[in-house]
């Protein structure tokens, strides 16, 4: 059974930063997607930041370009969210994910499938 296990988030005022991570287990990592998503009650899940493969393409959401870095150590099986500038809009629950899983209920960030996810971590910036 896959496990991703998100930490580091946490409550930060505007203007802060703050820095997720997300340690795998049970599966390899590496040449695989990799994906950040956010998620706020009554709203559909985000995605937020997308790692393809070995750091060859990195992809962000409008809302989140510039201020976010993503990326991924294939030897600790972690991935990263480095959040800077962070906006009361970005507060969520943020939840890793693994690209692949049950067909039925994925979420596609690009040309990556997602169903594999963590539990989250609630992030919350206050004004």
């Known amino acids: 059974q896959v496990q991703l296990v998100e930490s580091g988030g946490g409550s930060v005022q505007a203007g802060g930063s703050l820095r997720l991570s997300c340690e795998v287990s049970?599966?390899?990592?590496?040449?695989?997607?990799m994906a950040w998503f956010r998620q706020t009650p009554g709203k559909e899940r985000e995605a937020v930041a997308r790692?393809?493969?070995?750091?060859?393409?990195?992809m962000y959401s409008d809302s989140v370009q510039g201020r976010f870095t993503i990326s991924k150590d294939n030897t600790e099986k972690s991935l990263y969210l480095q959040m800077d500038s962070l906006k009361p809009e970005d507060s969520a629950m943020y939840y890793c994910?693994?690209?692949?899983?049950?067909?039925?209920?994925?979420?596609?960030?690009?040309?990556?499938?997602?169903?594999?996810w963590g539990q989250g971590t609630q992030v919350t910036v206050s004004s």
């Open positions: 049970r599966a390899p990592i590496g040449g695989r997607c």
């Open positions: 994910a693994l690209a692949g899983g049950p067909q039925d209920g994925s979420i596609y960030f690009g040309s990556c499938r997602f169903n594999y």
């Open positions: 790692i393809l493969g070995d750091e060859i393409s990195v």
